[in-house]
């Protein structure tokens, strides 16, 4: 498959699909050439804006009219991730499963398990990774140039209005979504710090609220400090009732030094008191999903003498982020000091 572009399907023909698409046509990569959705009207209107020549309602309606492509994009709801995954897998199809890699953790589990078995690839799109500044301050920490690192604070003060959940209803519901600002949002920055700290996490408290939207099941506000083996604290606070919305930060503070990150006004990374090589994220891009999207063709394709090209969020290590979100909610429950379990 190396060198040539791949036929790319997209399951889900909602918001996250269209900029993927729009990136995936932008590039030499990819050629779209179907899209699934159980909404006619929707795939339709998704496949003329894309020029997509092939729609289906599903997964199993497209391999059974004999479309095959080599890679496939989930962009569905939550808790469909489970079952759409393992008939990908179960058709030896490499998948990108959008964030997060599943509603709950045993879900996640069985994804895994099922892609290792059979040695399909499954990445998941946590595409902060590939964030200029997040990638930059991760490798960072990582090399040791803060220093041992002692803690990492994640800040997600967005907004959202009542047509976040009146457009995709499955958002507002725990039986859907698995969760609300922390899982769908604030998992990104904390994919990000537990990354950049490396280790294992292993227990976590948290506490959640509805403070806005009171007639959904999911919550609006969370808190949360997860511990990791070595010792390190971690530490995230996830809204959707900030208002104004204000810029995403990440800080990491170790021994010798400092590193902040902030998007606004563009994704970059200071450090204080050390000199650090800033890293740069590795594909072609403009934004960190275009750059994402790139890294998984290349994970899937672009064989080097070393054997394929690195994907930064293979679905295992995806988990870690899952575990500690679950664990934050089942603390926001018992009030307690929660282990990881996974």
Request: aromatic share 8%; net charge positive; hydrophobic share 45%.
């Amino acid at each position: 498959m190396s060198g040539r572009r791949l036929d790319l399907a997209i399951a889900g023909c909602g918001d996250i699909a269209t900029y993927t698409a729009g990136f995936a046509r932008l590039g030499r990569g990819f050629r779209l050439v179907a899209c699934c959705d159980p909404a006619a009207g929707r795939a339709a209107q998704f496949a003329r804006r894309f020029r997509i020549p092939h729609v289906y309602a599903g997964i199993g309606e497209m391999l059974a009219a004999g479309t095959r492509p080599d890679a496939l994009y989930l962009a569905v709801p939550h808790h469909l991730h489970r079952a759409l995954a393992l008939q990908a897998i179960a058709a030896g199809i490499p998948t990108l499963l959008e964030k997060p890699l599943a509603a709950t953790l045993g879900d996640g589990l069985e994804i895994v398990r099922a892609a290792e078995a059979a040695g399909v690839k499954v990445g998941v799109n946590y595409q902060y990774r590939y964030d200029s500044g997040c990638y930059a301050l991760a490798r960072a920490s990582q090399a040791g140039s803060l220093g041992e690192i002692h803690c990492a604070r994640c800040n997600l003060p967005w907004h959202r209005d009542a047509a976040y959940f009146a457009g995709s209803p499955w958002h507002a519901q725990l039986a859907t979504a698995g969760g609300g600002t922390l899982l769908t949002q604030g998992s990104h920055l904390l994919d990000v710090a537990l990354w950049a700290l490396g280790g294992r996490p292993t227990a976590a408290l948290g506490a959640t609220r509805r403070r806005a939207f009171t007639e959904v099941e999911v919550e609006d506000l969370a808190l949360g400090i997860v511990e990791m083996a070595g010792g390190a604290l971690v530490e995230i606070c996830s809204s959707m009732v900030s208002r104004p919305e204000q810029g995403l930060s990440i800080e990491v503070y170790g021994s010798r030094g400092t590193a902040l990150y902030s998007n606004r006004p563009w994704p970059h990374v200071r450090f204080r008191g050390v000199r650090a090589t800033r890293q740069i994220p590795p594909g072609r891009g403009v934004h960190a999903l275009q750059r994402s999207l790139a890294g998984f063709r290349a994970w899937i394709a672009d064989e080097t003498p070393a054997g394929p090209r690195p994907y930064l969020t293979p679905a295992q290590e995806a988990l870690p982020v899952l575990a500690a979100v679950d664990a934050i909610y089942r603390s926001s429950r018992s009030g307690r000091r929660e282990e990881l379990t996974w």
